[in-house]
T-cell receptor, first 112, second 112 residues
Framework: NAGVMQNPRHLVRRRGQEARLRCSPV?????VYWYRQLPEEGLKFMVYLQKENIIDESGMPKERFSAEFPKEGPSILRIQQVVRGDSAAYFCASSPEVHEQFFGPGTRLTVL | RKEVEQDPGPFNVPEGATVAFNCTYS??????FFWYRQDCRKEPKLLMSVYSSGNEDGRFTAQLNRASQYISLLIRDSKLSDSATYLC?????????????FGTGTKLQVIP
């Protein structure tokens, strides 16, 4: 079984550009979570999605950030008009109905 | 009070030592608990679930104290390869929706 896949693994953007981060959960997992981690800091919850639904987006910045988990295809975390402060590692995790989460390798975003 | 609290450390221990971490949680309705391990610049990986009766996996023992609202992780006979950050995770809710909260982690450095 393939684990959680994230791509790209590294992404470089200039200020003002858009960043799209993709996450393919473990096959059969319907719950997806996105986290952000700044250097030397802990994981910060961003958003929790089930297929086609956002369940909890309490950790998402109000502007520029959006997430989706369509019926077909990967979950997407989209950051519009990136700023230097968006530079971080973004981890996606998936889980089956009620169990532990399995993490992808992360996408490291660098904003120049 | 933070929802999930951990001592950030670092805990510097010699090889072969026994070390214990605690993690406190604020919501008495929390349902399930886990310990994850995160190596530098890598994704968190599940170390073990924490059951009410306690559980052991080799050198690792996890315990739950619902009355005092904390979980613990004990590592015996520490190895250099145990050096990592250990994350406590608390799930609230059950069924279709889980609120997952990660602690900020406790850093362990095992020294030769």
């Amino acid at each position: 079984n393939a684990g959680v896949m994230q791509n790209p693994r590294h992404l470089v953007r200039r200020r003002g550009q858009e960043a799209r981060l993709r996450c393919s959960p473990v096959k059969g997992h319907s719950h997806v979570y996105w986290y952000r981690q700044l250097p030397e800091e802990g994981l910060k919850f961003m958003v929790y999605l089930q297929k086609e639904n956002i369940i909890d987006e309490s950790g998402m910045p109000k502007e520029r950030f959006s997430a989706e988990f369509p019926k077909e295809g990967p979950s997407i975390l989209r950051i519009q008009q990136v700023v230097r402060g968006d530079s971080a590692a973004y981890f996606c995790a998936s889980s089956p109905e009620v169990h532990e989460q399995f993490f992808g390798p992360g996408t490291r975003l660098t904003v120049l | 009070r933070k929802e999930v609290e951990q001592d950030p450390g670092p805990f510097n221990v010699p090889e072969g030592a026994t070390v214990a971490f605690n993690c406190t949680y604020s919501n008495s309705a929390s349902q399930s608990f886990f310990w994850y391990r995160q190596d530098c610049r890598k994704e968190p990986k599940l170390l073990m679930s924490v059951y009410s009766s306690g559980n052991e996996d080799g050198r690792f023992t996890a315990q739950l104290n619902r009355a005092s609202q904390y979980i613990s992780l004990l590592i015996r006979d520490s190895k250099l390869s145990d050096s990592a950050t250990y994350l406590c995770v608390v799930n609230e809710g059950s069924g279709g929706y889980q609120k997952v909260t990660f602690g900020t982690g406790t850093k362990l450095q095992v020294i030769p």
